[in-house]
Structure formats: structure tokens, C-alpha cells
């Protein structure tokens, strides 16, 4: 990543604080790739986020890092006193947006949200929700959506200036699914030596199309070789899942939150990303670098973000995705195709460098700089 010289003309260095939640594996590799490229240009960067955030090791990104504790009250007091004297604080996803405007209400700092995925809600919740989106939405100087239906989704809740923002995340240094040794073994392990296997990587969370993707694992059953599909990720419904699995002896291994998926998915033979909505999918983005045949759902930023590197499917609909993933097992031509396609659609999205220019563009914007 190119860098810019320090500040000049006895000026001290841009101070900004980037305020993230519990970390998503998305929104968290953003903000350590962030925070690599304004230090990297210059500024003073602070990050507060949840304990959990420190795996991404922000230190290592020569950033302070603030640990925030699950009390709202406590977290605000924390994000009020680091940004004392900030010359912008940077909130990322909605949690986080809350809390930084009410740490900065009575203060000029200019405050910038990016909302990286939207929250689905239902009941008495989804008028919660409303209510922080409209509260982060008007306390931001500017809001950045990750795609342009949260950009809309912004404007809506009352955002004085919502942009659509480039969110770039780490090439994979290395090919791994060049490497037959890499593939075998992890083929091994997971007992997918002899059969297809298949990867999806995410929340055990409502909303995330479990039940469809596991409706469509019933039909795989009927494949010779019958696939193995992992599933790898943790959440509150991981209980639930474990037992449709075992009650209905699917062919699917829960494996967790796992820190090697690069490894996963070069030893998977197809990709599968069932979600109900996603902006910029991280396992989309990832198996296209990897150049792994992608399934996924047409939905929210899913179309632009692939074009035509992918199959796509609507969503819940789990005979065409189970049919659309059998195609793919049966035809190594189509497979190649979208494997050269995927790295050139890759090749096409913003990069680091242009997502750390933009955002420092903003800064520069906002603080008078």
C-alpha cells in the first residue's frame, strides 16, 4: 500500500478514532485495512472497539487501541474521552454510530458512519432499530454505505450527506489452491477426500438463509458422490441447526469460527453464500479472489459486486440453489469459466489504496484540513 508523507508546516498530525462494534469479520478487516493506510499516510489513528475486536491486531498497525465493555453508558464515556480533541471520529455499523453520536453530542467533532450491512429486526425490535438508524444517521456530518441501498436507506432516516463508499479488503497474498498439499490436507481432515465438497462462511444468525441452505443439503443427499457441505462461522443459532442436521442426517459438518478459511476454500470445489441481504459479502469477495465457482443469492450488493463471475439464485429458494450447485459438480467447464471470471471481476473493485484515499479525502473534507 503507497503511503504520503507526514504532515508538514509544524502541523500535528490528523487525529481520528475509529469506533467499531464487536467486529465482523467484514467491518473489522476494513477498519484494520483502514487503519494500516492512515497511519501509513500520517494521521493519529485510535480504535475503540469490543474486546473481541483486538484479533485483528490493531496494534500491530501502529493504532492505539480503547477496549469498550458491553455497557452502552460505559462505552460512551470511553469513545467521549478518547475522541477529546479529535479531529474526526469514524463510527462503522450501527451500534457504533449510536454511541459515537451520543459520546460527540455538545461537541463540533464532525462524525462520519459507514454502515457496512443493515440490521433486520421484526416486532417491537425493528422500531428500536429505526430509532438508532435515525439517530446515527442525523448526528453524521456524512454517512458512507458500503452499497447503494444503504445509501438510500440513509438518506431516508434523515442523513444530511450519505455517500456510496469503495470498501476494499486484503487481496489474499498467496493462491493457496495452487498448492495440492494445502487442498489435501484440508480435504482430509474434514473427510472430503472422496466426495465434493462444499464451503459457506458467516453468522449462525437469523437471516443468514440456514434454513433454505439446509433445505437444499436434503436434496444433495440424492448426488453420487454425495457432497459434504461445510459450514463454518458461530452463532445463537448454531443449537438449532446442530439438530435439523442430526435429526435429518444431512450431509453438513458445523466447523466453527475458523482462522484458516483461505485454506477452506481452497480445498472446496464450490462456494455458497445463502444470505438473505449482504452489501459487500466478504466470502463472495473472498472465493472470487480465490478463484472458487461462487453460488449465491441475488440480493442487495450481491449482483454488482460478482457481475458475472457467479451463479446467482433468489433468495430461500432451496431447489434452485440446490440444483444450481449440482450444474457446477457436473460440469468442470463451467467451473474453469468462473474460476478465470471470478479473479477478473476481482481484478475490477477498488482497491486498499483507493478505499484509505477516499475516506482520508472526507477527513480532509470535514476537518479543514
Known amino acids: 500500500m503507497s503511503s504520503t508523507p507526514g504532515p508538514s508546516h509544524g502541523r500535528p498530525p490528523l487525529h481520528a478514532v475509529q469506533v467499531l462494534g464487536s467486529g465482523s469479520a467484514g467491518s473489522g478487516a476494513h477498519v484494520r485495512s483502514l487503519a494500516d493506510g492512515l497511519v501509513a499516510r500520517g ?28 455497557s452502552n453508558a460505559l462505552s460512551v464515556a470511553a469513545i467521549r474521552s478518547v475522541s477529546a480533541g479529535a479531529d474526526v471520529v469514524h463510527a462503522h455499523g450501527l451500534r457504533s454510530g449510536m454511541l459515537a453520536a451520543l459520546a460527540l453530542r455538545g461537541r463540533s467533532t464532525p462524525l462520519v458512519v459507514t454502515w457496512h450491512a443493515r440490521v433486520r429486526a421484526a416486532g417491537a425490535r425493528s422500531h428500536l432499530v429505526r430509532l438508532m438508524e435515525r439517530q446515527a444517521a442525523r448526528a453524521a456530518s456524512v454517512v458512507l454505505g458500503a452499497s447503494p441501498d444503504l445509501v438510500d436507506r440513509a438518506r431516508t432516516r434523515g442523513a444530511r450527506d450519505a455517500r456510496l463508499a469503495p470498501v ?86 458445523l466447523v466453527g469460527r475458523r482462522d484458516d478459511v483461505p485454506e477452506l476454500l481452497a480445498a472446496a470445489d464450490v462456494a455458497i453464500v445463502p444470505s438473505r441481504w449482504e452489501a459487500r459479502s ?11 465457482p461462487l453460488v449465491a443469492t441475488s440480493v442487495g450488493g450481491i449482483p454488482d459486486l460478482v457481475g458475472d463471475a457467479a451463479e446467482l439464485v433468489p433468495y430461500g ?12 459438480l457436473d460440469d468442470p467447464f463451467r467451473c474453469t469459466q468462473l474460476s478465470a471470471e471470478g479473479r477478473r471481476q476481482a481484478a475490477t473493485w477498488p482497491t486498499e489504496d483507493d478505499t484509505v484515499a477516499h475516506v482520508l479525502s472526507v477527513y480532509d473534507e470535514l476537518a479543514g484540513r
Open 43 to 70: 494521521l493519529r489513528v485510535t480504535v475503540c472497539g469490543a474486546v473481541s475486536a483486538q484479533r485483528y491486531g490493531f496494534a500491530e498497525a501502529g493504532t492505539a487501541f480503547v477496549p469498550l465493555m458491553d
Open 168 to 253: 476494499a479488503l486484503p487481496a489474499p497474498p498467496y493462491a493457496p489452491e495452487e498448492d495440492e498439499h494445502v487442498r489435501f490436507k484440508a480435504r482430509a481432515e474434514l473427510g472430503a477426500v472422496a466426495r465434493p465438497m462444499l464451503v459457506t462462511v458467516g453468522r449462525l444468525e437469523p437471516g443468514q438463509g440456514h434454513g433454505p441452505l439446509l433445505d437444499a443439503a436434503r436434496i444433495w443427499r440424492e448426488l453420487d458422490p454425495e457432497p459434504l457441505l461445510i459450514m463454518a462461522g458461530e452463532g445463537s443459532e448454531r443449537p438449532r441447526i446442530q439438530r435439523r442436521i442430526e435429526d435429518e442426517q444431512l450431509p453438513v459438518m
Open 282 to 292: 466478504l466470502l463472495a469477495q473472498e472465493a472470487l479472489y480465490a478463484g472458487v
Open 317 to 328: 429458494d432451496a431447489a434452485a440453489l440446490a440444483a444450481a450447485v449440482a450444474r457446477l
